[in-house]
């Protein structure tokens, strides 16, 4: 299934980090601590698919859930506003949670105010509570709104969870925001998580905008998986079909995807799609090959690349032709002819748009794996 965002057939080597989620969203139900998630990989790798499978996990386990993806532009607040709106309503339906739940829609009836938000078609029927979520300062009115969802859910007896995906847009102050809300929370013992994924610079976005983020959130790596989880990506959906794949043509799939989900996707699409029988032969595999590169780069990478300026696309051919990275900023400033200060700007706005980030100081690297690969392709 090799498509954004739905869960594949073999939602294979993620065990450990599901586990983890299962336990903290029990945890924070009965009054205990635990921490948020942020997922942090690359293009590919399958951090939308998780955080849909911790969604799934939040609601089996009581959690009323809410799940955003972080547009590149606009405001959280107007992102959050109608997701907190459905979250009360739904608490406000446990008699036990509906004083609190109706205090929490007047918090954040001010809120909307506030931040000038367009209710449109999720018109809020109670007045504003004064003093609380309206001060018009992101940082406390987000407290004050995950304090009010926080005590509507714990009376209740549930939890809220909040999954935010491409945290990367996020800006700064936002992003702060996020993290003292739920630092207030996780201090008044509110049953509050906030499971978020973007590429690996979340981290240290998250450190800058507050440095005690470390400690509230735990930032597990979403990369390749490892042979034996890429192998059973591979043949479990092709046997649970009562058909198999021969080794030496698994071998093959994993060796070309390098493990990595979304490719591993492509590669058994198009080889379950080639073989004219059961098993699955190396020959099969090698059609597929041909069939998936030429996808990937009609859809795939070509979306990626066609965003770019020419002279963004000029740097990171430049970063490809120097083989595979990570690559250092002076040496692109070299291929390039430029200065590396010249460059900055050409740089911080190929980042912005989420195609390179910085995984050390003065390197840089794609976010898209094989997407070198396929600038050498095409710019031969």
Not at 169 to 187: C, G
Not at 197 to 224: D, T, V
Not at 283 to 312: H, I, Q
Request: aromatic residues 8%; negative net charge.
């Amino acid at each position: 299934m090799p498509v954004a965002g739905p869960k594949p057939p073999e939602l294979a080597g993620r065990d450990v980090i599901l586990n983890e989620a299962a336990i903290a969203l029990q945890r924070v139900i009965h009054g205990r601590h635990d921490r948020s998630q942020i997922l942090l990989g690359l293009r590919g790798t399958g951090k939308t698919v998780l955080l849909n499978a911790i969604e799934t996990l939040a609601q089996a386990h009581g959690h009323i859930t809410s799940f955003i993806e972080a547009p590149e532009t606009g405001r959280l607040a107007d992102q959050l506003y109608p997701k907190v709106h459905q979250a009360l309503r739904k608490l406000s339906g446990f008699e036990a949670a509906k004083a609190a739940a109706y205090s929490g829609l007047r918090a954040l009836r001010g809120f909307a105010g506030a931040f000038k938000i367009k209710i449109g078609d999720v018109a809020i029927s109670v007045d504003p509570e004064p003093g609380v979520a309206d001060s018009g300062n992101l940082e406390f009115d987000l407290v004050d709104l995950f304090q009010a969802v926080g005590r509507a859910a714990q009376a209740a007896g549930s939890g809220w969870s909040l999954f935010i995906d491409e945290l990367q847009y996020l800006d700064e102050p936002e992003l702060a925001a996020l993290i003292v809300a739920i630092h207030r929370s996780n201090q008044t013992n509110l049953p509050i998580l906030l499971f978020g994924a973007g590429p690996p610079q979340i981290a240290a976005l998250s450190g800058n905008a507050k440095s005690y983020a470390e400690r509230l959130f735990s930032f597990p790596p979403i990369g390749a998986l490892d042979d034996a989880s890429a192998r059973a990506a591979i043949r479990q959906p092709i046997q649970e079909e009562g058909e198999d794949i021969e080794d030496v043509a698994l071998a093959a799939i994993v060796r070309v995807t390098h493990g990595f989900p979304y490719f591993l996707q492509e590669w058994g699409y198009q080889a379950w799609n080639a073989a004219a029988s059961s098993p699955i032969a190396e020959g099969d595999v090698a059609m597929a090959s041909v069939n998936a590169l030429k996808r990937l780069d009609e859809g795939f990478f070509r979306v990626r690349l066609d965003r770019l300026t020419p002279k963004e696309r000029d740097y990171v051919v430049a970063m490809a032709r120097l083989g595979s990275g990570p690559y250092r900023s002076a040496d692109v400033a070299d291929a390039l002819g430029e200065s590396v200060q010249s460059l900055g700007p050409r740089r911080a706005s190929i980042i912005s748009k989420g195609m390179i980030y910085s995984p050390a100081h003065g390197d840089i690297a794609f976010t898209v794996p094989m997407f070198d690969d396929f600038l050498r392709r095409t710019f031969s």
